[in-house]
């Protein structure tokens, strides 16, 4: 299998990162990201939701060419997620004013409140699920 | 002539704005407009360097019909602006990051730094041109 391509983030111009941002599914992919502090909790497969698998291949296409997201395969498994370091760093400020945008979207697709799955739970907490 | 449409805000979704910042020539007019802080200063036949006539009418109608830029048309000359206000009410933040990471970009179409002509001479400063 070819490795994926991720841009060099001194690659990616502003105007390219707007127009992986001017879709309400991609919006909505983003701000579930951002929600996942944790590396390796979002598959691909968790967004079935939000489209059929050949245009959310498509999208997810467009998030990693524009250098927003990285995407990472290991077996079956395609894990996703932001690129934040390395676009705070390019482009500072950008990323949290877009997902704070992107969160008051009522219109988003949005994935419900127990994902991702397997979240660790804060110590001192207990799961009631 | 009939009048140009402006899109009432609270019906401009992100993902709209995004699509229309989606390009160099749009981000470079967005750039210019951000500098102006007088009211008609700004004319749309001051962007002729940018692109064709057509072009530029095309990008116009695309900042104005997402809730961007404001046209105002008296006579024969068409006047732009930045909704500055709507837009910062509607998506707090966002204008301006938009702005500041687009200011960084090299790559963007610019207006001379003469530009806006005619612009007020600050009282106490004479101009030296």
């Known amino acids: 299998m070819k490795p994926l391509f991720h841009p060099d983030i001194d690659d990616v111009a502003p105007a390219d990162v707007f127009a992986a941002l001017a879709d309400p ?9 951002a929600n996942v502090r944790e590396v ?5 497969s968790d967004f079935t939701a939000f489209a059929s698998p050949s245009l959310l ?3 997810f296409g467009k998030l990693r060419e524009a250098g ?13 997620s932001i690129r934040r370091e390395e676009l705070d760093q390019r482009f500072p400020g950008l990323l949290d004013s877009v997902i704070e945008t992107a969160r008051r ?4 697709p949005r994935l419900g409140p127990d994902w991702p ?10 799961s009631s699920r």
Not at 40 to 44: G, L, N
Not at 68 to 80: A, N, P
Not at 117 to 126: D, F, H, K, N
């Open 25 to 33: 599914i991609r919006l909505g992919i983003l701000v579930a990201l």
């Open 40 to 44: 390796d909790k979002a598959r691909c």
């Open 57 to 59: 291949s498509y999208h």
């Open 68 to 80: 927003i997201t990285r995407m990472r395969m290991e077996g079956t498994s395609r894990y996703l």
């Open 105 to 108: 979207d009522p219109n988003l």
């Open 117 to 126: 799955a397997g979240a660790e739970v804060p110590q001192g907490r207990t």
